[in-house]
């Protein structure tokens, strides 16, 4: 028997040894016993090292990986990476063990390093380690991992070699999710891209949805333009006849194209890709001489017009303007309006409309609540309330119109005609509000008013006006570098009128947004320095910050100067450059540098913006959000609690993450009124959408909102957050989500810019209309080859109760004044009962004994019946309360059944033209024997990566059979009852997503990376031969036309002239004397009016760092 060997120190003594071998024969021992002697032999590393160090030495590698292996025991990573290079091949990194996986993951991490220092020498050895872990990945199928670690290391290469072998497009749409939401590198990402084109073009069926998406993020229209012209060629090329109607059908996919990027792309590529696709009409038919005279035989007489190669083109530009889907979610809101008028009437009552502070939360409270669905039913019913607006409330009132209407293209300048510049101006507060109205209906779409607007602020010399036209100009022509219109705003900047400036400012950033324009960057910079007005400098500082939107490390050079400027309002524009610049990118040295400025900066506004802005930066991840703010929301200064409560509220909305609502839910009771008002709106953003079946706590949220509105000793503030956050938790009559990202995954730049800009209604009132920019439309929406809107069903694989309209809100009902009963003395009723015996007694002397006995007899049977049936009574009502007490427990005394509740079916079947939130898209199919599936899958695939869960068990055990297991345990949640058959996808696959339909799966799904929800979808008809019967909607006919539309005005939202000239009076109204303005100086406790003069909206004031009062 072999004794074990309990010390190394015999086998150390051999290094002392002049012999070679007796040296290798030591290391051979020591490589085996190292990891149980490491702490003896660690003694002696510095004789191995003098080993590996000796050129003559034949066993140097083998001396470098024990020595490798003694520092990974000592915890010296960096010398066990050094010494495992040294050892060669004799380092194998596949094997599977603490050390490999160790010093693998080390040098991954230093070459990483090193591949983006672009002047560091990149060691071959290293690069050899990596080399073998790639083909480690691969030959294991772990194909994510070798493409997370490319990505991270620049290895594109890496990429084409794990295609090559599987061929798998998923995993190309995951290199795509992943390179724009990881790779911090512009240079690095457009590469990839261009790789992933490539990529994407070689597939059997190209994915020309994901190619296009590529095109958007390269920023090359040109592609794009081409892409969609040879799409509709090869759509009307004779050998594409077999196409039409399928699911590679070239027209569809043209047209769903078309639509993604209206959806995802700026105004400036759109306009370009039109403008190119402009030059190719006209041109195509003569490539074409095969095609029959350009029509599908294919298709019947009705679409012949259709067919051409023109007309598809020329239908692809209006698709491109945007139009065609901004009518089709118009009609949507107004179809679907579940606005609940009873909260916004219970909140005007409890609010006084003389103070304008009150007076402008009930505007933006009703404008969210209603926005783009065209319904002035509140101002209708409420002409009291509207007349009572005056100055910058009116203002508002008159600017809410504008969210009211928003996508209203047809009729939006028709209906502002009333309120817009007149030559006799009746109130320029309304025309002001009027112009900004017209930016916000026409928001990122405003070709048709730029002109209007911009030679009403060239020509109109009320700086009110003014400020309204140029706030509309930056609305209406956001990113589309127009020189022109900077060239009129920055006339009016140079006016130094502190209300027209400001407006300038902000104007200017929102026209040149993205563009990075050195020439605009410096004009804006040196007013800044020149002004004194600190209105002008701030919407400065914010339009510099959107100069710089998406530009990442390109920006780190502005940021750095405005950084380190003296004035603390350029800081908060350096802040908010971070926040745009690196939006959604989760930059970890952004991230760092506005945790350091929160902590640091002297000044109370940037540091609360520092912590808003990491909102901005985390709303792809919104779960690591409440991790990171912890802390700040229990700082002492209460400006960084309420930049904690924006950057949960941005980051997480839509998503009720329980993470967020428990440090939100406390901060609705802090003493300072700000920051309640500030927990107010985010929970209202986070619940958004949300039941009180798929999230119970939202139902407390709206509780906590009214309590504080109603509440006649709660400060100004915190009654204005409230009301802002009832509008914005049913924004859209209940249809619409607040989402930074766009369907497809990309950046939602007018979402993300519009709440930059929300978020500065701390100093000025108005801006807080900019919110409505964020919001998306939760609709599926589904149209043919012809562009027409067909009558179909769909399957929602969940219980219905889990994705419905939230409950409508029941006003308390008045408390009757019940009577009190007069109480008896004792005495009286002894009294009373001697003179009923002495009465007994004469009537029976009198002969009227035996109907008294009758009467008698009669009143106790009856009481004797009402005592038994109130018995009864209440043993049924025990039955109710306790009913697994006994077997009769499902009956009461009379024996008749308890009435049972019905089971709630596990999927329901919807409508074309049916609300699909975000958490739903996952369970929605299509039946397999169904006339119209979807062109393109209904989720994105970028949706489908990174699902991020947490536990929601308070809630699974209600909504489905079986409970959520205990941690630890196993199992799963199923639904209760028998399933039913599964409808199969859009591919014909049977679909098991209703088995896991769980309350917890489909919150979790609100945490994906995925915006909005259904959206516009072009349908494969299986049928075509088949009548087609349209769906009729309200603005438009089932078959698109214009006549029907027309003829389909919303039925609810009629107004007859009298209501118009009623409410066109109530806001045209005279002014009121500048010196008698209702303001806030009622409630704002600020006494900073005469900073820059002017009057209007204020925000949450603090002594002398509160927002300023106008």
């Known amino acids: 028997m072999v004794a074990p060997i309990t010390s190394a120190a015999g086998i150390l003594s051999l290094l002392d040894e002049q012999e070679p071998e007796l040296q290798s024969y030591a290391l051979k021992k020591l490589d085996s016993l190292v990891s149980q002697f490491w702490a003896e032999i660690a003694d002696s590393v510095s004789k191995i090292e003098v080993l590996y160090e000796t050129e003559s030495f034949p066993e140097r590698k083998l001396a470098a990986l024990v020595a490798s ?37 080390k040098a991954i991490d230093q070459y990483i390093e090193l591949s983006t220092d672009a002047d560091a020498s990149l060691d071959p050895r290293l690069k050899t380690i990596v080399d073998q872990m790639f083909a480690r990945c691969i030959t294991e199928k772990e194909y994510k991992q070798a493409l997370g670690i490319a990505l991270e290391t620049r290895r594109l290469d890496i990429i084409e070699e794990v295609y090559s072998v599987t061929r798998d497009q998923a995993l190309l749409s995951y290199v795509l999710e992943a390179t724009i939401g990881v790779v911090p590198s512009i240079e690095l990402r457009n590469k990839i891209l261009n790789l992933l084109v490539k990529l994407f073009q070689s597939l059997p069926s190209p994915d020309n949805f994901s190619i296009s998406q590529c095109y958007v993020y390269l920023n090359e229209p040109t592609l794009a333009s081409r892409l969609l012209f040879e799409l509709v060629q090869k759509a009307h090329q004779p050998s594409s006849s077999s196409l039409a109607n399928t699911e590679n059908d070239p027209l569809l996919v043209a047209y769903q194209v078309a639509f993604d990027l209206a959806e995802g792309a700026t105004q400036e590529f759109l306009e370009n890709v039109r403008a190119d696709l402009q030059t190719k009409i006209g041109s195509s038919i003569k490539q074409e001489p095969g095609a029959p005279s350009g029509e599908d035989a294919e298709m019947g007489d009705e679409a012949k017009e259709a067919d051409t190669v023109d007309s598809c083109i020329g239908r692809i530009r209006n698709i491109l303007q945007g139009e065609e889907s901004i009518q089709l979610y118009l009609d949507f809101l107004q179809r679907s309006n ?45 002409l009291d309330w509207l007349a009572k607006a005056s100055n910058w409330s009116k203002f508002t009132a008159t600017a809410a119109l504008g969210v009211l209407n928003k996508g209203n293209l047809k009729e939006g300048i028709s209906i502002l005609r009333p309120y817009l510049p007149q030559e006799v101006s009746s109130s320029v507060y309304s025309e002001g509000g009027s112009l900004f109205a017209l930016g916000l209906i026409h928001a990122n779409h405003g070709a048709e008013v730029m002109d209007l607007l911009k030679n009403t602020l060239k020509n109109n010399p009320a700086e ?156 792809r991840n919104p779960t690591q959000v409440p991790r990171i703010v912890q802390l700040l929301s229990e700082s002492y200064n209460p400006h960084v609690r309420y930049g904690s409560t924006l950057a949960l509220g941005i980051a997480c909305a839509g998503t009720g993450l329980e993470e967020a609502v428990d440090l939100l839910e406390p901060m609705t009771k802090d003493p300072v009124d700000f920051v309640r ?48 956050a009832q509008g914005l938790i049913d924004a859209g009559g209940r249809n619409v989500t607040i989402s930074l990202q766009s369907r497809g995954g990309s950046n939602n730049m007018p979402a993300i810019v519009g709440m930059a800009l929300f978020t500065q209604f701390w100093y000025w009132f108005p801006l807080a209309h900019f919110a409505s920019l964020a919001f998306t439309p939760t609709a599926l929406i589904g149209l043919n080859r012809e562009l027409r809107i067909p009558q179909f069903e769909f399957i929602s694989e969940a219980k219905p109760s889990l994705f419905a309209y939230p409950s409508s809100f029941k006003a308390p009902s008045e408390k009757k004044v019940e009577k009190v009963e007069t109480a008896v003395l004792s005495t009286t009723a002894k009294a009373q009962a001697r003179q009923r015996t002495k009465d007994k007694v004469k009537a029976q002397a009198e002969g009227g004994g035996d109907a ?41 005394k009379s024996g008749k059944p308890r009435r049972e509740k019905k089971a709630e079916p596990l999927f329901e079947r919807l409508p074309n033209y049916s609300r699909v939130i975000p958490a739903q898209v996952k369970y929605i199919s299509f039946p397999p024997d169904a006339r119209f599936h979807p062109i393109r899958p209904v989720q994105a695939a970028s949706g489908k990566t990174r699902q991020e869960v947490y536990n929601t068990t308070s809630v699974a055990a209600r909504l489905l059979g079986n409970a959520t297991p205990a941690p630890g345990a196993s199992g799963t949640v199923t639904p209760s009852g028998n399933k039913p058959p599964q409808p199969a996808n859009a591919n014909g696959e049977s679909s098991a997503k209703s088995s896991s339909s769980s309350a917890e799966a489909v919150r979790s799904l609100l945490t994906s990376n995925v915006g909005g929800g259904g959206g516009i979808l072009l349908l494969v008809d299986r049928r075509p031969k088949e009548e087609f019967r349209p769906l009729s909607v309200l603005g438009g006919g089932g078959d698109g036309s214009e006549e029907q539309q027309a003829s389909n005005p ?49 925000g949450a004031p603090l002594g002398g760092q509160g927002p300023e009062a106008r």
Not at 341 to 351: A, E, G
Not at 688 to 702: D, G, H, M, S, V
Not at 859 to 878: C, V, Y
Not at 1053 to 1066: F, G, K, L, T, Y
């Open 69 to 105: 292996k003694v520092y990974f025991h000592l915890g010296e990573f960096d010398e066990a990476l050094s010494f495992a290079l040294g050892a060669g091949d004799l380092f194998d990194a596949d094997q599977k063990d603490e050390y490999v996986d160790t010093v693998v993951s």
């Open 338 to 382: 579940k606005a609940d008028l009873p909260i916004l009437k219970t909140t005007k009552d409890s609010l006084d409309a003389r103070n304008s502070v009150y007076h402008s939360a009930m505007s933006f409270s009703n404008a969210f609540m209603n926005a783009g669905t065209t319904s002035d039913q509140f101002l209708r019913d409420n």
């Open 852 to 892: 008294m006995d009758v009467d008698e007899s009669g009143a106790a049977a009856a009481t004797s019946s009402k005592a038994g049936a109130d018995k009864a009574e209440e043993e049924a009502m025990n039955v109710d309360e306790e009913p697994t007490k006994s077997a009769a427990a499902a009956t009461n």
């Open 677 to 724: 008002q500030g927990a107010c709106m985010s929970l209202a953003m986070i619940f958004i959408q949300q039941n009180e079946n798929l999230n119970p706590r939202a139902t407390a949220a709206r509780k906590t909102f009214e309590k504080i509105i109603s509440d006649k000793h709660e400060d100004a503030m915190a009654k204005f957050g409230a009301a802002l």
């Open 464 to 619: 009110i006006v003014q400020h309204g036209a140029a706030l509309g100009l930056g609305a209406a022509g956001m990113a589309t570098g127009n020189e022109d219109v900077y060239e009129e705003l920055r006339n009016i900047l140079y006016t130094d009128s502190a209300i027209a400036g400001e407006a300038a400012g902000y104007a200017m950033g929102l026209v040149m947004l993205g563009t990075g324009s050195s020439k605009a960057v410096e004009e804006m910079l040196q007013y800044a320095h020149e002004t004194q007005h600190e209105k002008i400098i701030r919407g400065l500082a914010i339009g510099i910050a959107m100069l710089f939107y998406g530009k990442e490390e390109q920006a780190d050079g502005m940021i750095d100067t405005l950084m380190a400027d003296k004035d603390a309002i350029l800081r908060y524009g350096g802040i908010y450059t971070v926040a745009l610049a690196y939006a959604g990118t989760g930059n970890n040295k952004a991230i760092r540098r506005l945790l350091h400025v929160a902590v640091s900066d002297v000044n109370d506004d940037v540091r609360r913006a520092a912590v808003t802005s990491l909102g901005f930066l985390l709303f």
């Open 1050 to 1098: 919303p039925p609810s939202d009629e107004i007859s002239p009298e209501d118009a000239a009623a409410i066109q009076a109530a806001m045209t109204g005279e002014d009121d004397d500048l010196d008698d303005d209702k303001d806030i100086n009622s409630v704002a406790r600020a006494s900073n009016n005469a900073g820059d003069g002017g009057d209007g909206g204020g």
